[in-house]
């Protein structure tokens, strides 16, 4: 897999759209152009999704990996008689896997 360009990416408005920049150097002020989006709201997400990925070599396997520890906890939950329907922790994870679209 190749390696893409390291972050943190960022975004600036201009009468045109938004550019997606990229950092020439660690922190450095200025970047180097990306990628060019008219909606504000697609450059946030690109870049919310690329920086909290950051030095996660296979993003993909965070929205399995969640669904599998949900799955095991849930299974094993009833023969352990623990009900954590209205625990803080579980509203978390339901909220968690809401967000990346498991639920």
Known sequence: MRKHTPGPWKY?????GCLIEAPVAPDSLSGYILARTEDPSNAARIIECVNACEGIENP???RALIFAAKSVMMA?????NFDLSGHPDMAALDEALHLLGVK
Not at 12 to 16: L, M, P, R
């Open 12 to 16: 600036t408005e201009d009468v045109f």
């Open 60 to 62: 993909a396997a965070i």
């Open 76 to 80: 094993r939950l009833p023969a352990l």
